[in-house]
């Protein structure tokens, strides 16, 4: 193996404050409410008041760091030793850098690199080329902010680089050129900091319309790294044309009928700390209004991922959002339970529903029913860190009646470690949800319900604890033979590790996704490999979805880490049958360079497909980039869409499976959904969109409900339409619901 995790650091230089490691705390607790504070205002004070005391402490985008590095800088007397200072540039640099202050991370990067000349100061090989490496990284940045940020266009950032993502304004792609160019001449090959700056050089190249043919041969990642395995038609990039293009850092997304006139909005949200949930409506002419006020959503700032659910079965779906993870003890942030009072106005309830009492670090959470008494439950999973440890996770029993009680000690999932992403799924068809929790740097967990309120942990004995460096997870039927599978991938890569598998490098197996393919009886089988899951990359946002409508399921990667210089695209990967993935992400206009979050399935304009939006940004405040909405205009094959409504089972339907019987050349053929909002970062509408392929009647439409373990057949069902299921009911209600031309008509407002 070449590389090995020290090889691949991506700068040899100790520039990275590091958190101090700490006693382990008690959860915060929440403050008993001043008189006459309803739990939505105790809300809204609490955001504030963390909002303002992050704005400073927040250790990726608080100004702390940089002002204390500024002052012992100006504090420093003349005589000190250089070294001293040329540590001091550094890191005052990257911090500012990280901030989005590129002038003055660039000047202090020169001034440091201006020093390794110094007589009195033999600085090694190392610090030269790290020093030039984070100077051309600042450019990098800079470079991105003059031109894809600024002069932003439907092509910006997406490989390969053409047309209007290619830079107008020049000289910083220039600029951090010779810096990089100087790491890659004077580093061997399989150096992690080599591989990194050759990454970085060759899209510095591309931004400037110079790849490959002006670039040096041995800087060159050759040009069919940049090409998909299948050829599909481009999508385009169209939410500046609807004003979706929010500009923040990572969050959360939903798409979903928060109105009940049929038709899809969207929430999404940010992690900032002053960052604003955003309410869109859907304004049934192909545009969307912001909603924000009205929706009654002021205030509620922050949000690292959101969830949607109908969660006191009263036909409306609520929300709940979360926050403080990465953020280790100071992260102790309240997450948010929104109740839709009706036609998407919001009041927040977390306090009163027993969900506000602790406070521990957390970005994901799934509804279940898993104890099938025909409410949703709530499963969170929280982060324990080496600087902050016992952190359990949390299983939320709904009482039926608006209230919560966390059982996760009695039911046994308590688990204890960094959570990064959690599902339920009946992967063995026994009528009860079982659970798989993904943790970031020790074994997974998945946990069978037992029937009697208890989990067991049986992840060892079905060999699906891997990798142990695990981010997004979920369950899925990827192969339509009606049993649940499991997806894990991997975040132990950056661009060095992408760097050197597109060179030829063995980068190690712990880098690659896993596949677990269920047989329905409860034993799984790791087919990664033969499904082409052989490509190491780092995902934030992930969803699942079926992008041409042939019936099987595709999925979509937002990638990136924290590290401003971890740029690397977005993988779609399309489901061939049923029997393995190919890349189609360069094709399709899907290899987004900046970092993306929550990732959404939708058909948002009613053709019958589903168009994928991406919630963009990473996690320093210099790292914001516009949301991204990729209209699917590409599949003629046919559809259904089904909206389950449960009666004894939870209202929203989640854990219902549904089966269309197919005619197919002659024969039948079967497709199969689970009803659940898809992926773990990024919501799709729990309205099911169900690709047909080419079939043109539908023979069978079964629906197996979970609370009542009944199933309801409908036969001869016309395809391409809109239908309402209702448990127990026996005929299904057609739903008119007009196609849309998304962006004919902003002006105005409904």
Known sequence: MLLSSRRTALCLLSVVVTLTASAPAPPARAQAAPPGLSSHQRMVDRLARLAVDMSENHIYVGSGLADR??????????????????????????????????????????????????????????????????????????????????????????????????????????????????????????????????????????????????????????????????????????????????????????????????????????????????????????????????????????????????????????????????????????????????????????????????????????????????????????????????VPNQLFENDGAGAFTDVANRAGVQDYGPTKAVGFGDYDADGWPDLYVS???????????EGDGTFTNVAEAAGVTGPERSFPAWFWDVDNDGALDIYVAAYSTNIAGLAAHLLGMDVGADKMARLYR?????????????????????????????????????????????????????????????????????????????KGHAVVFADLDNDGDQDVFEQMGGAFAADRYRDVLYENRWSDSNWIAVQLVGVRSNRSAIGARITAEIAKDGGLRKVYKHVNSGGSFGANPLRQTIGLGKGTRIERLDIRWPTSETTQTFRDVAVNQFIRIVEGESEFTTLDIERLDLGADRDGDH
């Not at 943790?439 to 319900?449: E, K, M, T, V």
């Not at 034993?523 to 780092?538: I, K, Q, R, T, Y």
């Open 439 to 449: 943790n970031l740097g020790g074994a997974n967990r998945l946990y069978h319900n």
């Open 518 to 594: 269920g047989d329905g009886l409860g034993g799984f089988d790791e087919v990664g490999a033969s499904w082409n899951l052989v490509h190491p990359n780092s995902p934030m946002g992930s969803n699942f979805g079926d992008l041409d409508n042939d019936g099987y399921l595709d999925f979509y990667l937002g990638t990136g880490n924290p590290e401003l210089l971890n740029i690397m695209p977005g993988v779609m990967s399309l489901n061939q049958g049923g029997r393995r993935f190919a890349d189609v992400g360069y094709a399709g206009g899907f290899a987004h360079l900046q």
């Open 69 to 390: 590095l500024q002052a012992a800088l100006t504090a420093l007397p003349a005589e000190a030793p250089t070294r001293r200072r040329w540590e001091l540039l550094m890191q005052l640099a990257q911090a500012q850098l990280n901030l989005g202050m590129e002038a003055e991370s660039i000047e202090n990067f020169t001034q440091a690199l201006e020093l390794l000349a110094r007589p009195d100061f033999r600085a090694p090989a190392a610090a030269v080329n790290g020093t030039h490496f984070r100077l051309g990284v600042a450019y990098i940045r800079l470079a991105e902010t003059e031109n894809c940020c600024n002069r932003h266009s439907p092509e910006s950032c997406i490989l390969p680089l053409q047309g209007g993502a290619l830079h107008t304004v020049t000289r910083p792609s220039e600029q951090a050129i010779v810096h990089l160019g100087y790491v890659v001449d004077n580093t061997p090959e399989e150096n992690g900091q080599h591989l990194a700056a050759r990454w970085l050089i060759n899209v510095g190249y591309m931004t400037l319309g110079l790849y490959p043919d002006q670039t040096p041969a041995h800087h060159l990642i050759p040009p069919d790294a940049f090409e998909s395995e299948e050829q599909i038609p481009r999508f385009t990039d169209i939410a500046d044309q609807l004003g979706l293009d929010t500009f923040s850092l990572s969050g959360g997304a939903i798409a979903d009928d928060f109105d009940n006139d049929g038709y899809l909005d969207l929430v999404v949200s940010t992690w900032d700390p002053f960052g604003q949930i955003r309410f869109w409506r859907n304004r049934r002419d192909g545009t969307f209004a912001d909603k924000t006020e009205s929706s009654g959503m002021v205030g509620i700032y922050g949000g690292l991922n959101l969830i949607q659910a109908d969660y006191d079965n009263d036909g409306d779906l609520d929300i709940f959002v979360l926050r403080g993870a990465w953020l280790g003890k100071g992260g102790r942030h309240p997450n948010s339970l929104l109740r839709n009072g009706g036609r998407g106005n919001f009041t927040d309830v977390t306090f009163d529903a027993g969900l506000g009492d602790v406070h521990y670090p957390t970005q994901t959470a799934a509804w279940g029913d898993y104890d099938n008494d025909g409410d949703l439950d709530l499963y969170v999973g929280n982060e324990s860190t080496e600087a902050y440890t016992g």
